[in-house]
């Protein structure tokens, strides 16, 4: 596959854009692959990615039943941070965080990685507690992020409330090189790399079934036809548990809808993130100029991917209270996603009661910013049939075992 460059855009721009090729294959499945990947959002994507790249294994189909990045990969805020309060998830997500600093340099694509400094504000005593317990614990984990006072608030963020007609802002926790980065980007990047290693990404290709034989997986049924495996890996966030039944097992897992939220472009006004997770709301500014708005988890299951109005006026509330400026805009366009939530509010990267039968699911609201160390993590439990460092925190056993690892301060709200 050709380099994307400067000078392939000259020579582009010189000739009309007529000579751009495809940037990944759409081939028909093959009867049979070493490993197939149902999902193709970041987290399977990327596994994919470090299957090829890390262990040298590339006869592999990700299956995606819509769109590749269709999915929370394509619907969300795009908050990439990594100032968790556990250490297993300190690792995986600082792990992710790191290799966001040279996704674009490595996958050849540009994903816009923005570091431009991630804010949780602190609006009660109990949330500055939680937060200084963080700086701390991240202190000792090697995780730059640090506890700043109100006036520094302001200074990095001037169109913010610090009074608030319900919460005073008493600080925030920061960190200077969290971001975003362009979802999307993301997912077509890994796509480009994993198709230029000789994988098959197969869209529109559901997954209806799973056959095993002698407590092993052999094959999954699809609306394409049977596809044989020798491993096979479920990556389908919000979709987990139905495809768990499958297989035959149940997962301590609840999708709910998120949703988010964009108003209509306006000249630079904020350019840090801002998440305010006592009153709900939180807000980034893209490059366009659209507010980048989302708030918390719907408060029932369910599997449709849409917005409400409800939800529109409590998180606009919400961020009216913080940033009073932005009460005269127009909202342009809301959406939801489905997301896997664990009780723990921790991921699974696992193995399954069905031998070669692995599983990536339970990010929640938080897990665009984990892609790459979640696929790091998961590509070596793929490969090896064992979780690696990154992973062994996070296997299915620690909610029989109860070995939880409670990121309900990090991730209860945050994203
Ligand atoms: C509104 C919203 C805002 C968010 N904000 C943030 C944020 O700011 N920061 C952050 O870090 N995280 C955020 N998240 C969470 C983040 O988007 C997800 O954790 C992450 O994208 C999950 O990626 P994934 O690859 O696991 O899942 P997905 O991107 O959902 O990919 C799973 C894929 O599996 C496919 N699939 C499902 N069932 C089948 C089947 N039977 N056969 C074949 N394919 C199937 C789906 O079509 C889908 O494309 C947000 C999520 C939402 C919805």
């Not at 759409?26 to 149902?38: G, L, R, T």
């Not at 966001?100 to 500055?128: C, H, I, W």
């Not at 006004?269 to 709900?280: E, F, K, L, Q």
């Not at 009661?353 to 599983?359: D, H, M, S």
Request: aromatic residues 8%.
């Amino acid at each position: 596959m050709r380099r994307y460059s400067a000078f392939a855009i000259a020579r582009e721009a010189a000739r009309y854009h007529t000579g751009w090729e495809r940037a990944w294959r759409s081939p028909a499945p093959k009867k049979e692959y070493d490993v197939i990947i149902i999902g193709a959002g970041g987290h399977g994507l990327a596994t994919a990615y470090y299957l090829g790249k890390n262990h040298g294994i590339t006869n592999i189909a990700v299956l995606e039943k819509g769109w590749l990045g269709g999915g929370n990969t394509g619907r969300n805020t795009t908050i990439i941070r990594s100032n968790y309060l556990q250490d297993a998830s300190a690792a995986i997500y600082e792990k992710a965080r790191s290799l966001y600093e040279t996704m674009s340099q490595d996958l050849n694509m540009n994903v816009m990685f923005s570091p431009r400094g991630v804010m949780m504000l602190a609006q009660t005593e109990a949330e500055k507690r939680g937060y200084l317990r963080t700086a701390h614990a991240n202190a000792l984990q090697g995780v730059q992020t640090d506890f700043i006072p109100p006036a520094r608030v302001k200074e990095l963020v001037p169109i913010i409330n610090l009074t608030g007609p319900r919460y005073p802002v008493l600080g925030a926790l920061w960190q200077a090189r969290g971001g975003t980065a362009r979802h999307d980007a993301v997912a077509w990047g890994y796509a480009r790399a994993c198709s230029d290693m000789g994988m098959d990404i197969i869209q529109k290709c559901e997954v209806t079934g799973i056959e095993q034989a002698a407590g092993q997986v052999t094959a999954v049924q699809t609306t394409r036809g049977r596809i044989g495996c020798g491993k096979l890996a479920m990556v389908v966030a919000g979709h987990s548990t139905a495809l768990a039944d499958m297989a035959g097992f149940r997962l301590p897992i609840e999708s709910v809808p998120l949703q988010a939220l964009v108003s209509e472009p306006i000249k630079p006004a904020i350019n840090v993130v801002v998440m305010a997770n006592t009153v709900h709301g939180y807000m980034s500014q893209s490059d366009k100029g659209e507010l980048v708005i989302g708030g918390g988890a719907d408060g029932y299951n369910s599997y449709t991917q849409r917005g409400s109005f409800h939800h529109v006026e409590e998180t606009v509330r919400a961020l009216v209270e913080t940033f009073p400026m932005i009460s005269r805009l127009k909202m342009m366009r809301q959406w939801g996603g489905i997301v896997d939530m664990t009780g723990d509010r921790s991921p699974i990267l696992s193995r399954t009661p069905l031998g070669g039968c692995f599983i990536n699911a339970g990010w929640g609201t938080g897990g665009f910013k984990s892609i790459p160390g979640s696929g790091w993590a998961m590509a070596e439990l793929v490969a090896n049939g064992t979780p690696g460092s990154l992973a062994s925190a996070f296997g299915l056993e620690r909610f029989r075992e109860g070995r939880f690892i409670d990121e309900s301060v990090a991730a209860g709200v945050a994203h």
